[in-house]
């Protein structure tokens, strides 16, 4: 088979007319970095913002031209509207000034098309999911996605049906917390079937690339292939999504805050004065972007030595539960730095499927059954916010 190189995938650019008609999209330096991996390409096409709508024809074309390629297994293609890097500087030319034309008759008015229910809200649902929540992070370090794994396999043991979207694609955990390996089939060549295992169905970049494989990404590509593990994913009926966001609070994290319609956010921090400086700034992002605070877990809240049975609070205990108090938001519960926990999520055997009789795996579904119980609260607050109209 053909070796897929970014030379044969920008000669095959070449053949994609700027916008009207006017070059090629490479050469009018719209296309950004080409970036191959696992026969995949993926790059974005630079346009102007207020044209973004009307370019989607030139981006499929793109999208086309480089599937065609021999060797390519496929390509995630994304428009954006950034001004600079990348090798996008270069404007698009605007359109050409039409000439004068006779004046005709005027014709009837067109219907509008019908606008899906996601435009006055800017988030559109997934089919078959009845609530999507983010387990997220203010910083990296803090077993965010050991936390998110095991209170999605809480919920399952609360009789649930649960997904798991790892939405980290810079270091994408779930392959090997849950010992899942091979790649997704799809559905047509189309759509893709989520991995399963402990009874979840997990979607991951993880899947798709190599583990050793470094993701050097900008944001619009990012976004798009989020974009694809979330919305065109057989994921089927599930109570609820478990996605693991990225650490941090940046573009990728924001922008999914904005466009998914999220029942809710769970934020993870350890004790230490530090890692609650930036669980604040995960907590506020949420806070802007209107999306419910399900509560705050203290990880690694303390520990027992298993000789001794005496306690140590390595990394100060209590701040998470008094960062939870003062900011009015429910305080989830205290997960203890243990040796089990870490062992059998390295060994992809996460706590609450392998030992669901232990002390720390009841601690993992009492969180879950909190985060339900929170969702299903915000659920009735925001039924009971529609006014009703009544005819007398």
Known sequence: ????????????????????????????????????????????????????????????????VVKAIPGVAGAVVALTAEK????????????????????????APRPAPHAPASQSSGKRGVPGIEAIIAVASGKGG?????????????????????GVLDADIYGPSM?????????????????????????????????????????????????????????????GRLDVLVVDMPPGTGDA????????????????????????????????????VDVPLLGIVENMSYFVAPDTGKRYDIFGHGGAR???ERLGVTFLGEVPLEMGIRESSDEGSPVVASKPDSP???IYRDIASKVWDRVNEERGAAEAAVPSIVFE
């Open 322 to 324: 008094r960062e939870a």
């Open 175 to 235: 392959p090997r917390l849950l010992n899942i390996h091979g790649r997704p089939q799809t559905v047509d060549g189309k759509i893709l079937k989520p991995m399963e295992n402990y009874g979840l169905k997990v979607m991951s970049m993880g899947f798709l690339v190599d583990e050793e494989t470094p993701m050097i990404w900008r944001g619009p590509m990012v976004m798009s292939a989020l974009t694809q593990m979330l919305r065109e994913v057989e994921w």
């Open 1 to 64: 088979m053909m070796s897929v190189t970014k030379e044969i995938v920008t000669e095959r650019l070449k053949t994609v007319n700027g916008p009207d008609f006017t070059g090629n999209i490479v050469d009018l330096g719209m296309v950004s970095e080409i970036f191959i991996a696992d026969s995949k390409v993926f790059f974005s096409i630079t346009v102007p913002a207020a044209r973004a709508q009307e370019m989607e024809p030139l981006r499929a074309a793109a999208e086309r």
């Open 84 to 107: 600079k890097g990348g090798g996008m500087e270069a404007p698009v030319p605007a359109r050409p000034v039409p000439r004068p034309a006779p004046p005709a008759p005027p014709a």
């Open 253 to 288: 994290q924001l922008t999914m805050a904005q466009q998914v319609p999220l029942a809710g956010a769970v934020i993870v921090s350890t004790p230490q004065d530090l890692a609650l400086i930036d669980a604040r700034k995960g907590l506020n992002m949420f806070k802007k």
């Open 360 to 362: 720390e795996a009841k």
């Open 142 to 162: 803090v077993g965010k996605s050991t936390t998110a794994v095991n209170i999605a396999l809480g919920l399952a043991a609360n009789g649930l049906r649960v």
